[in-house]
């Protein structure tokens, strides 16, 4: 990345934080639920399904590292082009840096891996697969 770009997705300061964020994980779950989401970044956005704001949590309000994006693109498996129609997709979104976080842990915890073996089940089995992750790993 050369010195001239910016290392995080621009999130604008007047946006109320609270609102915004919860605004945005709407917007991300709904691209990840649509009848025929995206293959590749359909299920990852769903991901962010059980992803809830932290009001103390600086990362709620700040956009997503272009490293962090970078991680999930490379966890997930994606060619150089999935991976910039990834950060044109997480810009447009305007994923912030909990969100990212948030994603990143679903895939390492395999909760990713699950939803793409359960991709032609019901979206209610698909919830209850991301909801029900963190008592599987208990």
Request: charged share 25%.
């Amino acid at each position: 990345m050369s010195s001239g770009m910016a290392s995080c997705i621009h999130w604008p300061p007047d946006y109320v934080a609270g609102e915004a964020f919860e605004a945005i994980t709407r917007m991300a779950t709904a691209d990840g639920r649509r009848d025929h989401p995206d293959p590749l970044f359909g299920p990852i956005l769903f991901l962010l399904a059980d992803c809830e704001y932290a009001p103390l949590d600086k990362s709620s309000c700040s956009g997503a590292t272009y490293k962090q994006l970078a991680l999930i693109a490379h966890e997930a498996g994606m060619s150089a082009d999935e991976r910039r129609s990834w950060y044109g997709v997480a810009e447009h979104i305007g994923l912030t840096r909990r969100h990212a976080g948030h994603i990143i842990a679903r895939i390492q915890d395999g909760t990713l891996s699950r939803a793409r073996e359960a991709e032609g089940q019901h979206m209610g089995q698909l919830i209850e697969l991301v909801f029900t992750s963190d008592e599987r790993e208990d």
